[in-house]
C-alpha cells in the first residue's frame, strides 16, 4: 500500500524531507518494505496545517518528525 | 527551406599578470539582420594598451554597425589612434567577424592576430583569405557560408603564447590550439563553455600567471530553441482548460513549475504526476515527471533559486565552476540550465492566482513571491540575448 508524502513548496519549508526519511527508516525497523511503498506528491492542499501532508487509506493527516512512530503504531499497522 | 541562424556568444579576457587593465578588448552586438563582433589587442599592455585597443573596437564597432565600409573603418582607425611615445606606433590589432542571420554569410578581417579558429563537425574548417593593403595595412579577408553547429574562436596572441619560455619552449601555437579546441569541441556546448576550456587551458599553461593578456571569444551558430515555461494556477478556474491547451500547443520544450500547477497539467492531459524524491540539494524540493512534459518541478522554492543561479551565470557565463554548477540535475539548476544553455525564445504563461495554499503565516519564508520571481526570471532570460514572451491567465 502507498504511503504518500507531500513534497510541494509548503511542506517542503515544514521540512517534508525528515519525515520522509523518518518514515523510510521506521519501515524498514518493522520490516514493512513490502507491504509500505513511501511516494512522493505535489500538493496536497492542506497548506494550511502545521505539519507535512502525509496520505495513509485516503485520510490526509498533518505530521511532525517526532509525531511519526506512534503515526505508524496507531495508524499504519492496525489499517495495514 | 533555409531557417534563419541564431548566434550564441561570449569571451573571456585573461589579463597580464599584475596588471588591472586589459590590453585586450571584445566587443559585439546582435543587430537586426546581422551579428558583429570585434576583438582588438593594443599595444603594450595596461592602461595604453586598454585604451589602444577599446578605441579600436569601439570605432570599428560604431563604423560597421552603421554600414561603413572596411575600407573607411580601418583607415579611420589607423588616424584616430594616439601615436605610443616609446615605439613612436599608433598599433593595435582587430578581428572583426560578421554574420548575416537570413542567409548564414560571414565576413572576416584580420589584422596582424592570431587566426580565427572555424571548426566544423568537429573538424578544424582552413579558411581561404585573400589579402590586400587598406590605408598600408595589411589585411587578410574572407567570406564563406556558415551552418548550425559551426564555431568561429577569435583569439588574442596571448592564447597562441601560452606557455612560452615555461612550460612550453615557444609557447601554445595556433596549430596545437586549433586542434585541441577541434578534438575537445562537444556539439552540445555553448559558445560559454567553449571560451571557458580554451581559456582555462590557457591559464594552466600559464601556471596561474598570464605572460600577456590571454582572449578568447567564441561564436556559436544555433538553431531557433523555444522553451515553454508554465507556473500558478490561473486567476479564473474555467481558465484551466485554456490554458494547457495553449501551453500544449507551443513548439518546444514544457517545463511546468508547481504542486498545484502540476495537479492542474496532468489532470488535464488524464496524466498522473509521479515525484522523485531524490534530494541532491536539501534547498531544491525533488522533481516530478507528467508524460508529455519535459520537466516539472515544484515552484517558488525552485524558481527562487533558478533566478539565483541565472543572476550568477550572467555575472560570469565562463566561470567554470559557475558552468558545472549548471549540470547539477536539480530542479532549479535544470530549469536554469535549459533556459540558459538551450533558448532563443522563452515563453512564460503565468497563472495570476494567489495561492491560498501560500497564505501561511507560519512559514519561514513568504511563499506570495512568485509573480515576482518570475518576473526577474524574464528580465535575466532577455539579458542573456533571449526574446521573452508572457501570457497571463
Known amino acids: ?80 | 527551406m533555409h531557417d534563419r541562424i541564431y548566434i550564441d556568444a561570449n569571451y573571456k579576457s585573461l589579463n597580464k599578470f599584475g596588471e588591472e587593465l586589459c590590453g585586450d578588448r571584445v566587443q559585439y552586438v546582435p543587430l537586426e539582420d546581422r551579428f558583429i563582433m570585434v576583438l582588438s589587442d593594443g599595444l603594450g599592455s595596461g592602461v595604453k594598451a586598454n585604451i589602444l585597443s577599446t578605441l579600436t573596437s569601439k570605432i570599428m564597432m560604431t563604423m560597421m554597425e552603421g554600414g561603413a565600409s572596411i575600407e573607411d573603418t580601418v583607415d579611420t582607425v589607423v588616424h584616430t589612434l594616439p601615436v605610443c611615445s616609446v615605439r613612436k606606433l599608433a598599433y593595435s590589432t582587430f578581428a572583426i567577424l560578421q554574420i548575416y542571420y537570413e542567409t548564414g554569410e560571414c565576413y572576416l578581417a584580420e589584422f596582424d592576430c592570431p587566426g580565427c579558429i572555424f571548426i566544423r563537425d568537429g573538424k578544424l574548417v582552413p579558411i581561404q583569405y585573400t589579402q590586400r593593403e587598406i590605408a598600408h595595412k595589411q589585411i587578410r579577408e574572407a567570406r564563406f557560408h556558415l551552418q548550425i553547429g559551426d564555431v568561429l574562436t577569435l583569439l588574442s596572441d596571448g592564447v597562441i603564447f601560452a606557455g612560452v619560455g615555461a612550460l612550453l619552449n615557444f609557447g601554445w601555437d595556433w596549430d596545437n590550439v586549433s586542434a585541441f579546441l577541434a578534438e575537445r569541441a562537444e556539439p552540445d556546448m555553448t559558445s560559454a563553455r567553449l571560451t571557458s576550456l580554451l581559456s582555462d587551458s590557457c591559464n594552466d599553461l600559464y601556471a596561474g600567471q598570464p605572460g600577456d593578456d590571454t582572449t578568447v571569444a567564441t561564436v556559436k551558430i544555433i538553431p531557433q530553441k523555444i522553451v515553454n515555461l508554465y507556473s500558478g494556477p490561473p486567476e479564473n478556474k474555467e481558465d484551466d482548460a485554456r490554458l494547457v491547451t495553449d501551453f500544449m500547443s507551443m513548439e518546444g520544450l514544457r517545463i511546468v513549475c508547481g504542486g498545484s500547477s502540476a495537479n492542474l497539467v496532468a489532470r488535464e492531459l488524464h496524466e498522473q504526476v509521479v515525484t522523485c524524491m531524490d534530494y541532491l540539494d536539501p534547498e531544491v524540493p525533488p522533481i516530478a515527471k507528467i508524460p508529455g512534459i519535459d520537466l516539472v518541478t515544484e515552484g517558488v522554492l525552485t524558481l527562487k533559486k533558478t533566478v539565483d543561479m541565472m543572476r550568477e551565470y550572467l555575472a560570469a557565463p565562463t566561470d567554470s565552476r559557475v558552468l558545472q554548477s549548471l549540470d547539477i540535475p536539480h530542479g532549479a539548476a535544470m530549469i536554469a540550465k535549459m533556459i540558459l544553455e538551450d533558448c532563443t525564445h522563452l515563453n512564460l504563461f503565468i497563472g495570476k492566482k494567489i495561492n491560498p495554499a501560500h497564505q501561511n503565516p507560519n512559514l519561514p519564508v513568504d511563499l506570495s513571491i512568485k509573480l515576482r520571481i518570475l518576473d526577474d526570471l524574464a528580465e535575466l532570460a532577455k539579458q542573456a540575448g533571449k526574446v521573452v514572451t508572457r501570457h497571463f491567465y
Open chain 1, 1 to 80: 500500500m502507498d504511503l504518500t508524502v507531500c513534497i510541494g513548496s509548503s511542506c517542503h519549508l515544514k521540512n517534508s524531507r525528515a519525515i520522509i526519511a523518518g518514515l523510510e527508516q521506521l519501515i524498514q525497523e518493522r520490516q514493512l518494505t513490502d507491504r509500505v511503498t513511501l511516494r512522493g506528491s505535489f500538493c496536497m492542499e492542506k497548506c494550511g496545517c502545521d505539519g507535512v501532508s502525509v496520505k495513509w487509506n485516503d485520510t490526509i493527516y498533518s505530521l511532525k518528525p517526532d509525531e511519526l512512530t506512534a503515526f505508524v503504531e496507531n495508524e499504519v499497522l492496525p489499517r495495514l
